[in-house]
C-alpha cells in the first residue's frame, strides 16, 4: 500500500468513530477522561454488567485506540470500568492490548468494529487480573493468538486461592505463546511484531505488580503500555499472591524512565495518562512509606497501629480515587515487605498472603 493510500485508509478508519471529534492536533488525544469522583456505593453494590459501556477514550495515534470502560459502574474501579485495552488497526489486522472484563467481551468487539473490520490477530497480557484477561477467550474465538509472559499463563492455569468447586479454567483463553523475564536482559523486547506502519515491542517485566507482568511500546507513536504497576487513582497495588511487590514496582518504575523517553506517553491500566517525569513522585511516595512503615514495624507496632498511623496522610489530597481500602491494602503490603522480602525463585517472589 502507498503512503498516500494508507493515510486515506486511516482517515476513513478514525472517521467511522461515532461520537469522536477527529482533528488535526497532536497525539494523543483525550476523548473522554476519566471521572474524578467522588465515588460512593451503597453494602452489597454489583456491577450492573449491562449498563456498562465500552467507549473509545484516547487515541494514541490515527490508528492506535484506547478502549475502556464506563465511570461510576464498577466499584472496582469506578474511574472507568475493568483496565484499558488497546487497539493497534490497519491493513494487517488489529494487534490488541488485553481484552477487558468477560462481561463486556461483545461490547468491547462492538466497539471495536466502529473503526475497524481488520480481523483481529494478536492478543497481549499484560497481567493476570480478570479486568485485562477477563475477555481471553471470546478473542481468541474471533482469532486472536494470545501472548503473555509464562509466569501469567502459570498464574491462569493455577490460580491462587482457587475453590474445589470452581468451574474448569476455559483453555480457550490462555496464552498459547510465552516468554520469560531475563535480568540480565531487562528492557530488551521478547517479541517485535511490524503491523500496521508500528514497530510493537512486548517487553517482559521483573515481578512488580504481578510475576507475570508485559509492558507494550509501539515505537513509532513513542508510547508505552505500562499497565498496572503504576496507577494514579488509588495508592499502589502490589499482589502479593501473583508474585508482585512494592519493591519490584520500584524496580518498574526504574526501568520505565530508562526506557522512556522526555515526550514518551505512558498509558496506565487506571488513571490519567503520564509522562516519565510523573514516575518520580509516585516511586517516592512509595519509599517514603515503606521507610515510615518499616521504622514502626522495627519498633515491634502491630499491624493495626502502623494501619492507625495514617501513613498516606500526606499523599491524600493528590492521590485520586484513595478509599480506606486502598490505603489498607498498600499499608498491609509494605508491613508484609519490610520484614522479609524473599528472592525470586522459578521467576517470581513467594511474598506472603492473608
Do not use: C
Amino acid at each position: 500500500m502507498t503512503r498516500h493510500a494508507w493515510f486515506l485508509a486511516g482517515v476513513i478508519a478514525i472517521a467511522a468513530v461515532p461520537g469522536v471529534v477527529v482533528g488535526q492536533g497532536a497525539y494523543p488525544q483525550t476523548v473522554i477522561p476519566p471521572a474524578k469522583g467522588p465515588f460512593t456505593f451503597p453494602a452489597g453494590y454489583q456491577t450492573p454488567w449491562d449498563k456498562v459501556e465500552i467507549l473509545v477514550k484516547e487515541k494514541l495515534s490515527p490508528n492506535l485506540f484506547v478502549l475502556h470502560g464506563s465511570d461510576t459502574l464498577d466499584a472496582a474501579h469506578p474511574d472507568g470500568s475493568g483496565g484499558r485495552a488497546l487497539a493497534l488497526f490497519g491493513p494487517d489486522g488489529v494487534l490488541m492490548v488485553d481484552s477487558q472484563n468477560r462481561q463486556v467481551a461483545e461490547k468491547t468487539l462492538k466497539t471495536l468494529r466502529t473503526f475497524t473490520d481488520g480481523p483481529i490477530r494478536i492478543m497481549v497480557n499484560t497481567h493476570v487480573h480478570s479486568d485485562h484477561t477477563g475477555g481471553n477467550a471470546f478473542f481468541a474465538r474471533q482469532g486472536a493468538l494470545i501472548y503473555a509472559q509464562e509466569n501469567l499463563r502459570n498464574e491462569m492455569m493455577r490460580p491462587p486461592r482457587r475453590a474445589a468447586n470452581a468451574p474448569p479454567i476455559d483453555m480457550t483463553g490462555v496464552p498459547v505463546v510465552t516468554y520469560r523475564y531475563d535480568a540480565a536482559t531487562a528492557g530488551e523486547p521478547a517479541v517485535t511484531f511490524h503491523m500496521n506502519g508500528e514497530i510493537v515491542d512486548f517487553i517482559p517485566m521483573m515481578p512488580s505488580h504481578t510475576a507475570g507482568d508485559t509492558i507494550v511500546r509501539f515505537r513509532n507513536a513513542d508510547v508505552i503500555y505500562i499497565e498496572d504497576f503504576y496507577r494514579n487513582f488509588g495508592y499502589p497495588f502490589a499482589d502479593h499472591s501473583n508474585g508482585g511487590s512494592l519493591q519490584g514496582m520500584l524496580e518498574a518504575a526504574d526501568l520505565i524512565a530508562r526506557l522512556a523517553g522526555p515526550n514518551t506517553t505512558l498509558v496506565p491500566g487506571h488513571g490519567t495518562l503520564i509522562k516519565k517525569q510523573e514516575l518520580l513522585p509516585y516511586r517516592t511516595m512509595i519509599v517514603e512509606v515503606m521507610a515510615k512503615v518499616k521504622a514502626l514495624r522495627d519498633q515491634g507496632r502491630s499491624l493495626q497501629e502502623v494501619l492507625a498511623a495514617n501513613l498516606t496522610a500526606p499523599y491524600d489530597a493528590v492521590t485520586l480515587g484513595d478509599t480506606q481500602q486502598s490505603k489498607d491494602r498498600f499499608i498491609t503490603e509494605a508491613y508484609d515487605e519490610v520484614k522479609d522480602f524473599p528472592p525470586v525463585a522459578d521467576g517470581k517472589r513467594a511474598m506472603p498472603t492473608r
